[in-house]
């Protein structure tokens, strides 16, 4: 399973939680960087607990986020943070998080 990119884990966290689509500049920006297919499935569902529930990161799943680079994770981020699912959250508070993964 580790084979699915990070669109299908997306899809999994997001779509099936009734999520709203999130910007068209965001989703270009991961498009143009490929951003879809640099983690591993466990990676990332490893990587979204860490930064919007609790939890820590392995040394694998921090290897692939480093690979992942920062304009993927700030973009898969602030997708998130867009999705009405997750409009308790304090953006400061994940965007911190998010800095410490």
Not at 14 to 27: H, P, R, S, V
Not at 46 to 66: A, D, M, P, Y
Not at 67 to 85: Q, W
């Amino acid at each position: 399973m580790e084979s699915l990119n990070v669109y299908s884990a997306l899809v999994v966290l997001f779509l099936t939680c009734g999520a709203a689509m999130a910007t068209k500049e965001i989703d270009q920006i991961i498009k143009d960087n490929n951003c879809e297919t640099k983690m591993a499935l466990a990676c990332v569902l490893e990587t979204f607990t860490s930064i919007f529930e609790t939890g820590s990161i392995s040394n694998k799943c921090c290897g692939e986020l480093l690979v992942l680079g920062k304009v993927c994770h700030s973009a898969f981020v602030k997708r998130t943070l867009e999705n009405p699912l997750f409009k308790d959250l304090s953006p400061a508070t994940i965007i911190a998080k998010s800095i410490q993964t």
